[in-house]
């Protein structure tokens, strides 16, 4: 085996099986999980709760519609999709032109404004959820979607102004010259030209901005009480009692969580790009 | 030459107006929502501050709400010292972060090199798929699995278990095994995402050198440890730090497989602040401890950029 490196690419029989059952085991264990969840959602508890575990099974939609009655599953998608988007609408309105004045002005103090971005990745949710708690309760603010929207920004500002930033880094400083010669003042150039340039990174900014969104379990579960429960504080509400709705829970995780991962199959090159905040090329 | 120099010098004034313009509106805004509720935290962790007991006062200047909690400068923060439990969530933490990392390092490097190795280009196209689910599942639902699958009575991992060894262990009632299951799926959620940083960096290196290699030297290893390595030196960074980071803030997937327990088993430490402050209502030493992982997590960021982000 060893002494056959003669050409790249034609590799021996025997080391291209192995390489093929472990490109199969780890599909398989990346999938499963999912896979079970969604079966799980799927069957009745008598076969979830069987001692062996069922492969073979008729297929119910009866814990979709039962979590749709009994847990007001549609409310907190509703608002989940709400909080998610206002936050990412806010986000990339406050956060691409802040991007755009990273990558094209040069101004003091400029890298301590980077890394104060960027040290955001690095606080725990916690130590803002603490004071933000008592100071939304104050203001009236708790289990409302705004209190939500607004804490949310903490952590997509700054994802936008990254990806955003690298964008704009990507357009040739030719181009401004040009439209200063035009006549276009900075606002005119970032508007009408950095911004449709930008367009694709600005799209996958948002996508990253609605996942964080959607997905965020902690300042939720603070913050909220009833009105504006999002799908994953939900997901977490039935976990007691003796005998747990297995179907129902996972049918909610399966309406939480496939959204998401449709979304990022579809940016999945941008995906590793977007979570080491361009760290890495 | 005059005149282009001055248009230069124009164009760098309006340049930076309008810089302030650009950046202001997002400035404003997380200095509002991120860093006065962390001036705020550090007031009330200066306070004896039980929430059922504390009363408002009405708000200072109309944005800083005003209680009669008691005054207690850094009592909170001593008796954080005196107590061991702030500690022992701490260092329970870096014990899972030490367990944890290592594992999803070497999976990842091994998953990485399988996607770069030559053949079989159907299903690595669909590994590549695959990979994403784990990282994009949202960590609640991820949480939801594990008490799943790891169920005494009808976890599926349980079922295979009891297949091969014949006895059935209560996975999250038993604090080792509880710890290990939070492990598991967090190795099982984070190891894709080693997996994609090491596979992008393995692309990086030049084919020529590569190849070269190859026939320089039969030993995959030695190909590895001198040419690929070099190029995944940023990458591997990059994965320590940002789960590092993680894993500090890590909440979800244990809050909902175990909400700390057994006992404090696997009580990581955002999980205790969050239990001190929401469920024994002790605003003012959650607040305290808030503060000293802030302060650590800033260190530790402070440590980082240094090493990765170094350009603007």
């Known amino acids: ?281 | 030459m005059v005149d282009s120099d001055m248009s230069v010098d124009k164009s760098k004034k309006t340049y930076s107006t309008g810089a302030f313009f650009f950046l202001a509106p997002a400035v404003v805004v997380l200095l509002a929502v991120g860093i006065f509720p962390l001036i705020f935290a550090v007031g009330v962790s200066f306070h004896q501050f039980l929430l059922p007991k504390v009363h408002w006062h009405g708000n200072f200047l109309g944005i800083w709400p005003i209680y009669d909690a008691p005054l207690t400068w850094f009592q909170n923060y001593i008796s954080i010292f005196q107590d061991d439990s702030f500690r022992d969530a701490l260092s329970r933490t870096f014990l899972f972060l030490i367990i944890v990392l290592p594992c999803e390092l070497v999976l990842g490097l091994v998953i990485a090199l399988l996607l770069h190795q030559q053949g079989n280009e159907l299903l690595k196209k669909i590994c590549r798929v695959a990979l994403v689910i784990p990282m994009a599942t949202t960590f609640a639902v991820v949480g939801l699995m594990g008490r799943l699958m790891f169920d005494a009575n009808y976890g599926i991992l349980n079922s295979i278990w009891g297949f091969i060894f014949h006895f059935r262990p209560d996975w999250l009632a038993d604090p080792n095994l509880a710890f290990l299951s939070i492990s598991i799926m967090e190795i099982w959620q984070w190891t894709p995402f080693c997996a994609l940083v090491l596979f992008s960096s393995l692309t990086m290196v030049p084919a020529e050198i590569e190849e070269a290699a190859k026939l320089e030297t039969a030993k995959w290893w030695q190909v590895l440890w001198r040419v690929q390595l070099p190029f995944m030196l940023p990458g591997i960074t990059a994965i320590l730090i940002l789960r590092t980071a993680d894993i500090l803030k890590l909440f979800d997937v244990v809050y909902i497989m175990t909400k700390g327990g057994p006992g404090s088993a696997t009580e990581l430490v955002s999980l205790f602040v969050q239990r001190v402050g929401f469920r024994a209502f002790d605003q003012g030493v959650a607040s305290a401890q808030a503060i000293i992982l802030l302060i650590i997590a800033t260190l530790l960021s402070r440590f980082y950029i240094k090493f990765v982000y170094k350009e603007v």
């Open chain 1, 1 to 281: 085996m060893a002494g056959s490196t003669s050409k790249a690419g034609s590799t021996p029989q025997g080391f291209n099986l192995l390489h093929f059952i472990l490109l199969l085991v780890t599909i398989v264990v990346c999938v499963f999980p999912f896979y079970w969840m969604v079966t799980t959602s799927l069957k009745e508890q008598a076969a979830i709760l069987s001692p062996t575990p069922q492969f073979f099974f008729p297929p119910t939609l009866g814990n979709y519609t039962r979590a749709f009655e009994k847990f007001d599953i549609g409310a907190s998608l509703v608002n989940s999709l709400i909080v998610a988007l206002s936050t990412t609408a806010i986000s990339l309105i406050l956060g691409a032109p802040a991007a755009y004045a990273i990558a094209r002005f040069d101004f003091k103090g400029k890298q301590d404004l980077w890394f104060w971005f960027i040290s955001n990745r690095m606080i725990s949710p916690i130590v803002v959820a603490l004071p933000f708690f008592l100071i939304a309760r104050q203001f009236h603010l708790l289990d409302t979607q705004l209190a939500l929207i607004l804490i949310y920004l903490t952590f997509n500002v700054p994802i936008v102004v990254w990806i955003c930033a690298d964008q704009f880094r990507n357009i040739p400083k030719e181009l401004d010259e040009a439209a200063t010669l035009e006549g276009y003042n900075s606002f005119a150039i970032f508007w009408r030209i950095a911004l449709p340039l930008a367009a694709p990174g600005i799209a996958v900014s948002a996508i990253f901005s609605f996942i964080f969104s959607w997905n965020e379990l902690l300042y939720a579960l603070v913050l909220t009480r009833t009105n504006a429960k999002t799908a994953p504080v939900v997901a977490t509400s039935f976990l007691s009692g003796y005998e747990l709705p297995w179907g129902q829970i996972m049918a909610t995780g399966t309406l939480v969580a496939l959204p998401v991962i449709i979304f990022s199959i579809i940016v999945s090159r941008q995906l590793v790009r977007g979570l080491t905040m361009g760290a890495i090329k």
